[in-house]
């Protein structure tokens, strides 16, 4: 059913539409056009050729690109910024977020937060995803909040548990 839908909706598209998307993926078309993808792979060499001039504490907050803009890849956008520490950092913190958002919601004891945490944790993915192509770091609020709400959420649990401990001692 789902093909058949497709295959319809397939015969409606404008062919300057298919053209559109045919210049976005061919080589050649992408050359002439000067298309998204063409500027997002040309920032992303730059970006890299900047990260291993200067590895370790990397080329400057706004520096990115040769200072013309920024790599549309938050990886390499930090790693260019703030070298290898500062990678390591955020790597580390999405791991964390990661590993603890995992944690929780596999967590049955949690059933008033579990939603809320599946939610945060939706978030967190999307705004992951969306920063590897597109948004300068300082514009990824989204990503940084998500990480927040999940940390805020952990930080609810893990004092709804010591209140129940408390009352357990009063008894």
Known sequence: MIALLI???????PESTIASYKSTFEYQEMRIEHSSLLQRITMWEEGIKDFK??????????????????????IIEIGVEFGILGLFLFLTLCYLTIEKAIKFIRDENN?????????????????????????????????????????????IRASERWKGHERERAF
Request: glycine share 12%; net charge neutral; hydrophobic share 50%.
């Open 53 to 74: 001039e200067n590895p370790i504490f990397g080329i400057g907050f706004g520096n990115s690109v040769g200072g013309l803009g920024f790599p549309h890849n938050i």
């Open 111 to 155: 059933r008033d937060l579990n939603l809320l945490m599946k939610l945060s944790f939706v978030l967190f993915f999307y705004s992951l995803v969306e920063a590897m192509f597109s948004g300068y770091i300082t514009n990824q609020t989204q990503l940084f909040m998500s990480m927040g709400l999940i940390g805020s959420l952990l930080r």
């Open 7 to 13: 295959s319809v909706a397939y015969q409606f598209i």
